[in-house]
C-alpha cells in the first residue's frame, strides 16, 4: 500500500515543500529503505521511528518498506522529517485514514518513546504552507507559537504521536492554536544600561544618536576604560522599534538557526558581539549546509565587534562587501544561498597596542613601528564603509565624579524613533538615510545654498572622494531629520564633516 504526505525542508531562508511517500511491499524481506537525498540525521530516522510507532503502541509492519523524499533531486537535512515518516508508514499499513492527511503539512523530531520534539525552520515552513493553500499544520509543542505567527493556517500543536493518530482517526480532538497578533509585540524590552547612568563622553552620545537615526555604521576609537564598550552595550536602548517587515525579516533567520525558543517573533532588535577570535564562517555563515553567520544575526541591529583590530585580517576584509550590499551570496557546489544582513556596526578599537596614544597623563609605551602596523591591520576600504569616526577620550574627573544625571535612554530613543519616522514618510518604505543610493540622494535630499557652498569647500580642501561626499549628505541628513528640519544647512553639514576619521 501506498501512503503521501507534506513535509517541508529549508534552503537558505525558504521553505521547499517535500512529498514524502511511504510504500509497504506485500512480499520480500523486512528492510528499511530510505531515498531521496537525505543526510545522516534522516536516515537514522529509521531506528527513531520503528522505536517510536513500538512504543506509542503500534505495531510496525513486518515487510519491506520503501519511502522516498520528493523531489529526489533536492537534498534534506534534520531530523524534522521523523514525525511524517512515522505518519506515512502507519497509513500504509492502514491505521491511520489517508483521507485525513490531505490538505496537511507535519513536521517534527520523535523521541523514541513517541514525544515529538522542536526543530528549526518551522516559521519558513507556515509561510509556505500558506503559499500552498495548506489548510492544516501540525507542529511540535515547542514550535506552537512561532508557527502561529503566521495567519492563514492552521497551527494544531502535537505533545506524542499516540494524540496525533488518535486525532487523525477522529478518536480525539487536538484544538488548534489562535495566531500569534504582532501588534500585540509589547514594548521596548527593559535594558541593563541606560545612557542616563553613563557619565560625561556626549559628543560620542551625540555620534551614536545619529547612528541609530539613521542606521549609520560608527567607529569608537579610545584609550582603555573611556567607555566605548559601555557606550555600544547600551546602545540597543536607543534604537527604534522593529517594524512588521522587519520582524518577519529577523524572526525568519533566527528560525532557521533555531533560536527563536518558540516566541513567535523576534520582537526587539538584535545585537550580536562575537569575540575576535571568531572564524570567517562563524562571522559570515557558509559551512557544508550554509547557514547564517553573526552578520545575518544582527540583520536589521547592531554587530559590534570589541577589539576591532585583533579580528583576523581575512575576516575583517570580508565584511567589505556584505556592509555595502546588505546580503551575503554562499556558494557551494551543491548550490548558491543568499542571506540578508543589513545591519549597523559599531567598531570599538585602541588607538595602539598599549591602547594610550594620546592619554593626557598616561604616556604611550609603543615605538612608532608597532603603532603603524597595528593600524593598518584595518584596512582603508573598511574604514571608508564607516560613516561615523569618533575619538572617545578619558572622562574627566569632575564629571565622572558628578552626581547629575545624563539624558536617558527613553528621551533620546524618542528623537531617534521620529526621525526614522520622517525616513519612512519619505522613502515611502521602512527604509533609512544609510541606505540611500546616489540617485537617491539626489532625488530626496535638498540641500541649501549656504551647505552646497560648504560642501564644495571641504570636497576641495579635505580632497573628500566621491563615497565621502555621498556619506556626508547622508549623515547630513540624518542630523536635519533629528531636529526636523526638511533641508540640509550649513550646520548639518559642519557637524557631519567632524565625524570624518582624523588620519584623512
Known amino acids: 500500500m501506498l501512503a503521501r504526505i507534506f513535509s517541508g525542508t529549508t534552503i537558505g531562508l525558504e521553505g521547499v515543500l517535500i512529498e514524502i511517500e511511504v510504500d509497504i511491499a506485500g512480499k520480500g524481506f523486512p528492510t528499511f529503505t530510505l531515498v531521496g537525498l537525505p543526510n545522516k540525521a534522516i536516515d537514522e530516522a529509521k531506528d527513531r521511528v520503528r522505536t517510536a510507532i513500538a512504543n506509542a503502541g503500534f505495531e510496525m509492519p513486518d515487510s519491506r518498506l520503501t519511502v522516498n523524499l520528493a523531489p529526489a533531486d533536492i537534498p534534506k537535512q534534520g ?53 500552498r493553500k495548506i ?39 487536538i484544538q ?26 556626549e559628543t560620542a552620545k551625540r555620534a551614536l544618536e545619529i547612528a541609530a537615526a539613521g542606521f549609520h555604521n560608527i567607529h569608537l576609537k579610545g584609550v582603555p576604560g573611556a567607555g566605548k564598550t559601555l557606550l555600544s552595550r547600551a546602545f540597543p536602548s536607543i534604537m527604534p522599534r522593529l517594524g512588521r517587515e522587519e520582524i518577519l525579516e ?15 517573533f523576534v520582537t526587539t532588535r538584535p545585537f550580536r558581539s562575537p569575540h575576535h577570535t571568531t572564524s570567517r564562517i562563524g562571522l559570515i555563515g557558509g559551512g557544508t549546509h550554509p547557514m547564517p553567520g553573526e552578520i545575518s544575526l544582527a540583520h536589521r541591529g547592531v554587530l559590534f565587534l570589541d577589539e576591532f583590530p585583533e579580528f583576523p585580517h581575512a575576516t575583517l576584509e570580508s565584511l567589505r562587501q556584505p556592509i555595502e550590499d546588505g546580503q551575503v551570496a554562499i556558494s557551494r557546489a551543491a548550490g548558491s544561498v543568499t542571506f540578508p544582513c543589513r545591519f549597523l556596526l559599531i567598531a ?10 594620546g592619554h593626557p597623563t598616561r604616556g604611550c609605551k609603543c615605538s612608532s613601528q608597532t603603532i603603524l602596523k597595528y593600524q593598518k591591520r584595518i584596512s582603508g576600504p573598511i574604514l571608508d ?18 552626581i547629575e544625571k545624563a539624558e536617558s535612554s527613553s528621551v533620546i530613543r524618542t528623537r531617534v524613533q521620529k526621525a526614522r ?18 540617485a537617491d540622494i539626489r532625488k530626496f535630499c535638498t540641500l541649501t545654498d549656504q551647505s552646497n557652498t560648504l560642501l564644495k569647500t571641504a570636497i576641495t580642501r579635505l580632497s573628500l572622494s566621491a563615497r565621502s561626499y555621498f556619506k556626508i549628505i547622508k549623515i547630513s541628513q540624518t542630523i536635519a531629520d533629528l531636529e526636523g528640519l526638511s533641508q540640509i544647512e550649513g550646520k548639518h553639514v559642519a557637524e557631519a564633516l567632524q565625524y570624518r576619521p582624523k588620519e584623512e
Open 79 to 131: 531530523s524534522g522529517f521523523d514525525l511524517p515518516i512515522a505518519l506515512g508508514v502507519l497509513a500504509a499499513a492502514g491505521m491511520i485514514d489517508k483521507k485525513n492527511l490531505k490538505n496537511s503539512f507535519f513536521i517534527g523530531e520523535l523521541s523514541l518513546e513517541g514525544t515529538i520534539r522542536g526543530t528549526p525552520g518551522v516559521l519558513p515552513l507556515a509561510l509556505l504552507a500558506r503559499e
Open 135 to 173: 489548510a492544516n499544520m501540525f507542529v511540535p509543542c515547542e514550535n506552537s507559537k512561532e508557527a502561529s505567527a503566521v495567519e492563514g493556517v492552521s497551527v494544531i500543536p502535537v505533545y506524542n504521536l499516540q494524540d496525533l493518530v488518535l486525532h487523525l482517526n477522529g478518536q480525539k480532538t
Open 176 to 201: 488548534s492554536i489562535p495566531p500569534l497578533e504582532l501588534e500585540n509585540r509589547g514594548e521596548y524590552s527593559e535594558t541593563q544600561i541606560d545612557f542616563e547612568g553613563i557619565r560625561g563622553q
Open 250 to 264: 529577523v524572526s525568519k533567520i533566527y528560525s532557521v538557526v533555531g533560536m527563536l525558543n518558540n516566541k513567535g
Open 348 to 357: 570599538a578599537s585602541n588607538p595602539c597596542p598599549c591602547g594610550y596614544l
Open 385 to 402: 564603509r564607516i560613516d561615523i569616526h569618533v575619538d572617545v577620550p578619558p572622562v574627566k574627573e569632575e564629571k565622572l565624579t558628578s
Open 421 to 438: 519616522e520622517r525616513q519612512n514618510t519619505r522613502f515611502k518604505k521602512s527604509f533609512t538615510n544609510a541606505e540611500m543610493t546616489p
